[in-house]
T-cell receptor, first 113, second 111 residues
Framework: DSGVTQTPKHLITATGQRVTLRCSPR?????VYWYQQSLDQGLQFLIQ???????AKGNILERFSAQQFPDLHSELNLSSLELGDSALYFC????????????FGSGTRLTVV | GEDVEQSLFLSVREGDSSVINCTYT??????LYWYKQEPGAGLQLLTY?????DMKQDQRLTVLLNKKDKHLSLRIADTQTGDSAIYFC???????????FGAGTTVTVRA
């Protein structure tokens, strides 16, 4: 157990739907990162939050959004889902934004049918 | 990521050493990392090296960095079946807190 908790572990949904992925960072970590892992794109950085504020944005589609709440948990919202959104979504956390190497959760596997 | 390249597959005999190679393009990279991903699991940080270092050793793991050639390698001594996994090389650059990952090297340990 890495200390980073992601729920749900698996999600199957239909095209056009909206889902919410949840992440609880490791205790004491203020920074949360979201990554997407797919066969064709590999691991892609989506977005980073630090203590509730957005710090960096990567290859995140406009249909996707995220936030970090006062209790530091984060949610990634994916809407108007397409088949190509099927992937493993990882959350990671670190103490601070410039912490070397962060701790990953075990991921949420999203399947869009 | 397109900035970090790795070979895709490596097969090694149990007890031998494994060497996984990685090249990166960003000369301002500050830290370089090796992560391990086992089936159905997240990424586990194995080790990292700061860009002003040439080598780092941690038990069975040895990381070598050739900054001139932008080449990073991970050597696993006495490879065991539990070392079968995907190994990712990653880099970070100053002021850019995301990690750029390679495509991953699938290591298969055969008896």
């Amino acid at each position: 157990d890495s200390g980073v908790t992601q729920t749900p572990k698996h999600l199957i949904t239909a095209t056009g739907q909206r889902v919410t992925l949840r992440c609880s960072p490791r205790s004491g970590d203020l920074s949360v990162y979201w990554y997407q892992q797919s066969l064709d794109q590999g691991l892609q950085f989506l977005i980073q939050y630090y203590n509730g504020e957005e710090r960096a944005k990567g290859n995140i589609l406009e249909r996707f959004s995220a936030q970090q709440f006062p209790d530091l948990h984060s949610e990634l919202n994916l809407s108007s889902l397409e088949l190509g959104d099927s992937a493993l979504y990882f959350c990671a956390s670190s103490v601070s934004p410039d912490d070397y190497g962060y701790t990953f959760g075990s991921g949420t596997r999203l399947t869009v049918v | 990521g397109e900035d970090v390249e790795q070979s895709l597959f490596l097969s090694v005999r149990e007890g031998d050493s494994s060497v996984i190679n990685c090249t990166y393009t960003d000369s301002s990279s500050t830290y370089l990392y090796w992560y391990k991903q086992e089936p159905g699991a997240g990424l586990q940080l194995l080790t990292y090296i700061f860009s002003n270092m040439d080598m780092k050793q941690d038990q069975r793991l040895t990381v070598l960095l050739n900054k001139k050639d932008k080449h990073l390698s991970l050597r696993i001594a006495d490879t065991q079946t539990g070392d079968s996994a995907i190994y990712f090389c990653a880099e970070s650059t100053p002021g850019d807190y995301k990690l750029s990952f390679g495509a991953g090297t699938t290591v298969t340990v055969r008896a």
